[in-house]
């Protein structure tokens, strides 16, 4: 069974980074030929793609937010890491990881629930 | 960068009935060296996150009803849910991965 689960601060100052972390267990990333992306969602408003990081640990960025964002993984501990810079109101909302079955293509079949992050001084 | 557009923004038919879904990319998202459309459908019900119902375009996801169906190629594409269930009250989202990953606004689809 594929889970994935997401933690991190519920609360962010403005300008502070953001670190997300997922967990997940039923797949492997340093084995299995997957992926692990982020999407996020401000509340009201539609899903956003952040980025995905693959097996073979090639990393892909959103356009509009690649100068901010930097993910990983630690293969061991079955987890993969977000990091979003100089973080502001927009950037609050609901952050999901998903996962992509595939190295190459990347529609996502399993979700965590996500983490709800804030940022407010 | 490409943009996928859905339509309408919201839909509200009887149970039983047809919703019918649309998205458009703004490039086309047929791949010509295996001749697929990269073109995946989520439903997100309320509070929840959300689920696979169609990759390619037009392949079910396992344990989707097969009143869910997907159809389209190159920059157009529909979802459809043929009768209605109450249990499908949700936003409906097309993703593109043909290039990077997008999302469509989102189509909110409720009970008439």
């Known amino acids: 069974q594929v889970t994935l689960r997401e933690s991190g601060p519920a609360l962010v100052k403005p300008t502070e980074t953001l670190t997300l972390t997922c967990t997940f267990s039923g797949f492997s990333l340093s084995t299995g030929q997957m992926c692990v992306n982020w999407v996020r969602q401000p509340p009201g408003k539609p899903l956003e793609w952040l980025a995905l990081?693959?097996?073979?640990?090639?990393?892909f960025y959103s356009l509009s937010l690649k100068t901010r964002l930097t993910i990983s993984k630690d293969t061991s501990k079955n987890q993969v890491v977000l990091t979003l810079t100089t973080v502001g109101p927009a950037d609050s909302g609901t952050y999901f990881c998903?996962?992509?079955?595939?190295?190459?293509?990347?529609?996502?079949?399993?979700w965590g629930k996500g983490t709800t992050v804030t940022v407010s001084s | 960068d490409i943009v996928v557009t859905q339509s309408p923004d919201s839909l509200a038919v009887s149970l039983g009935e047809r919703a019918t879904i649309n998205c458009k990319s703004s490039q086309s998202l047929l791949h010509s060296s295996n001749n697929k459309n990269y073109l995946a459908w989520y439903q997100q019900r309320p509070g929840q996150s959300p689920k696979l119902l169609i990759y390619?375009?037009?392949i079910r996801e396992s344990g989707v009803p097969d009143r869910f169906s997907g159809s389209g190629s190159g920059t157009d594409f529909t979802l459809t849910i043929s009768s209605l269930q109450a249990e499908d009250v949700a936003v409906y989202y097309c993703q593109q991965y043909y290039s990077l990953s997008n999302f469509g606004q989102g189509t909110k689809v409720e009970i008439k």
């Open positions: 990081i693959d097996w073979e640990d090639d990393k």
């Open positions: 998903a996962r992509s079955p595939t190295a190459y293509y990347h529609y996502m079949d399993a």
């Open positions: 390619w375009a037009s």
